[in-house]
């Protein structure tokens, strides 16, 4: 593995205690009411269309860190497996779901291949952090981890200025970011923002059906299948 997503993978270990802070706007992440309540208004806005589907026997979510999306994907699906490189971010997911239908498994997803398929396939904020010369390889892994017809849902971040400021994350360029957590330690990761019409074009090339859209400001999210 690349020293790049060694400290990748530190970062996220790091944060996992401070990590729901950024999604529930609070602390350094909160903005005011207004910021909130429209931040709320589009995460709805992408679980409603998460939810717009459900029944599915076994969901496959990747980098499923504290939770906030496994909490829906159990209730779309019957069993859910939820596999990242953190220790503490599954132990704060495990703790805070407390359900016998999530199965976790501690991987790298870059060395990770799937023993079987699934009906579904979810992951949130994780593609913008897959390095571009990785992209094919990890939508390959993605491919053979669902079954034909399969459904593909992805959440992501869309604009980095609205939602990252005041907590001292600065572009680096080439496709990276310096981030700091609340002790003043700092780590560089990869963050790569994708336009819908660019992403659904990566995405068919690798043999999904699927459309991606975004909320007004926050959210990039794409819904559709693995083609027959
Ligand atoms: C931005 S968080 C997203 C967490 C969750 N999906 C969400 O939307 O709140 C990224 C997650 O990727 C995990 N991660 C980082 N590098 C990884 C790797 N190489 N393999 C598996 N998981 C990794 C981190 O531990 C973290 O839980």
């Given amino acids: 593995m690349t020293e790049l997503l060694q400290r990748q993978i530190d970062y996220y270990r790091a944060r996992a205690p401070e990590y729901d802070d950024w999604f529930y706007r609070r602390g350094r992440y909160d903005r ?22 459900s029944g599915f026997a076994r969901i496959l979510e990747l980098a499923p860190g504290t939770g906030i999306w496994t909490s829906e994907l159990i209730q779309i699906g019957e069993r859910v497996t939820a596999l990242d490189a953190s220790p503490e971010m599954i132990a704060i997911n495990r703790a805070k779901l407390q359900s016998g239908r999530v199965d976790y498994q501690l991987a790298d997803l870059f060395a990770w291949r799937p023993q079987r398929q699934y009906d579904m396939v979810f992951f949130g904020f994780w593609l913008s952090h897959v390095p571009a010369d990785k992209l094919a390889t990890f939508l390959d892994t993605v491919k053979a981890a669902l079954k034909p017809g399969g459904r593909l849902f992805i959440v992501d971040s869309r604009q980095p200025d609205l939602a990252t400021a005041h907590t001292g994350t600065e572009d680096l360029g080439q496709d990276l970011q310096k981030r700091v957590l609340e002790d003043g330690r700092r780590f560089d990761i990869v963050k790569i923002y994708y336009e819908p019409s660019a992403l659904s074009e990566i995405l068919r090339r690798h043999g999904f059906a699927i459309e991606a859209a975004t909320t007004k400001d926050f959210f990039l999210y794409a819904d559709g299948v693995k083609a027959s």
């Fill in 32 to 53: 005011g009411e207004l910021h909130t309540r429209q931040w709320e208004n589009e995460a709805q806005q992408v679980r409603d269309q998460l939810h717009s589907q």
